[in-house]
């Protein structure tokens, strides 16, 4: 069961990533302008990350193996779809669909690992596996886009997903626990539902569209300021309904709260290696895709290594918090280490040694944020929970990344007007866009040393009489 959904998990988290190689051709083929190209990548996490929150609530009202098994097949339609397009508005409407497919598939798939593994260091092995999927996935993606587009075709990144597709189908049937879910008893909150998926696909648009369009625009700010007055209005509907799609109450569960607080940061942080990382690899040392996806790759393995049972381990010996901050730091030291890396730079040793650090921290930091994040979760409200703590890294990774790439642009145009080459002035931006990622996830030690206090969240400590609550 775990393989299976986990397989399904992998396939939505290679599609954020795996059609950044390929967009050249992409633009060739179809004909997308310049500015038009970025829907490519901005519709899919659009909808993907609007739809998380209902999506993991579904789960919980109709049954999590149900709204797994819906997710793949929409993810598996609209990937034919993006196949076969032969326009740039078909191409992205499709991938507004495969976005919603992999919302609802992802959501249900932390809460069927919170349902199926009540046992706290099973479950902890378990979300362990389900961090490699989700850290490594990037950078799997840039790898695999830039094999199969390289041998095949730009189309052949999408109709791989229909294979895994159809056998995550098969299997999820046959392996997936049947759930029933809490039912629709009181009725369905549908203005709740329409109102928090309209102001995070908001949110979204003005996020992916600040780098264009400036973050002080009136655009920027209109769409903000919208979004954010449609939350107040969500919170304030929430409050009152019986049948609220998000119940107040789970917003009260401090452990998960605070860990999706750092988890934020936390993102910020890793996604901007990915992205700063390949343009450094790129634009500076002229890799190719598939020799840029193999720089990565020392670290998806040391994250693979470490989610095999290393940091479960080092969790139940040292404790979630001091694990957490081993890891945080980690990631800090390889930020600051891949900034350091001028133009002419080898990969070996610095870059090899940025990427292994990080892929440690990643490794060893996140595996905790979850655990402790999903450790007081009642299991009727395991969707919900796994939603919230899906959209605090899809969100903050997209602001992270949007904010980041405007002012790397901004430093370098600045350079190029002092009379800088065009080298330094993109070398010289990338480095102050990875300085200031790694100060992010600074502020996440912070907010972690302050928050997640280790006598209220050892993992290794959970009461055998608190556990069986959280599973009944």
Excluded at 26 to 31: A, S
Excluded at 182 to 203: E, H, P
């Amino acid at each position: 069961m775990l393989g299976v959904v986990l397989l399904a998990f992998m396939m939505t988290v290679l599609d954020a990533t795996v059609v950044n190689v390929a967009l050249p051709a992409i633009q060739d083929d179809l004909g997308f302008s310049a500015s038009d190209l970025t829907w490519v990548v901005n519709a899919y996490l659009i909808t993907f990350g609007s739809f998380l929150l209902v999506a993991g609530r579904l789960g919980d009202l109709i049954g999590r193996r149900r709204v797994f098994l819906w997710g793949v097949t929409a993810f598996a339609i609209a990937s034919a779809l993006c196949g076969f397009a032969n326009s740039p508005g078909l191409l992205v409407a499709a991938r507004l669909i495969q976005g919603v497919g992999g919302a609802l598939a992802a959501a249900a798939v932390l809460a069927i690992i919170v349902a199926e593994f009540p046992n706290p260091r099973e479950r902890a092995r378990a979300m362990g596996l389900y961090m490699l999927v989700a850290v490594s996935g990037g950078s799997i993606g840039l790898l695999v886009g830039g094999v199969v587009s390289d041998l095949l075709s730009w189309h052949w990144i999408f109709f791989i997903n229909l294979p895994i597709a159809v056998a995550a189908l098969m299997l999820g049937r046959a392996l997936i626990s049947t759930d029933r879910g809490q039912g629709f008893g009181r009725g369905l909150d549908v203005t709740g539902a329409a109102l928090v998926t309209v102001a995070l696909m908001v949110g979204v648009y003005a996020i992916v569209g600040a780098a264009d369009h400036g973050w002080t625009s009136t655009r920027t700010l209109g769409l903000g300021a919208l979004a954010i007055v449609m939350l107040i209005a969500f919170y304030v509907l929430e409050s009152r309904l019986e049948n609220a799609i998000m119940p107040v109450r789970i917003l009260k569960l401090r452990s998960l709260i605070d860990a999706s607080i750092v988890r934020a940061f936390v993102a910020m942080g890793m996604y901007s290696s990915f992205f700063f990382g390949t343009l450094y690899l790129q634009n500076i040392n002229g890799y190719g895709p598939v020799r840029t996806g193999l720089a990565f790759l020392p670290m998806t393995v040391t994250v693979a290594f470490l989610s095999t049972g290393t940091t479960a381990r080092m969790v139940r010996s040292i404790g979630a918090l001091r694990t957490l901050l081993i890891g945080l730091v980690s990631m800090i030291a390889g930020l600051l280490l891949l900034g350091s890396q001028g133009a002419d730079a080898a990969y070996f040793p610095v870059s090899l040694i940025a990427f292994l650090l990080m892929g440690f921290g990643a490794g060893s930091s996140f595996l905790p944020l979850l655990t402790l994040a999903m450790a007081e979760v009642p299991r009727s409200d395991a969707g919900l929970a796994s939603g919230i703590v899906n959209v605090s890294m899809q969100i903050s990774a997209a602001i992270g990344l949007a904010a980041l790439g405007t002012i790397a642009a901004s430093h370098s145009k600045t350079q190029l007007a002092d009379g800088h080459a065009t080298a330094d002035a993109l070398l010289s931006g990338y480095h102050l866009a990875i300085a200031i990622a790694a100060a992010v996830v600074a502020v996440g030690v912070v907010v972690a040393v302050a928050t997640l206090r280790p006598k209220a969240h050892r993992v290794a400590e959970v009461a055998p009489a608190a556990e069986e609550a959280v599973v009944h």
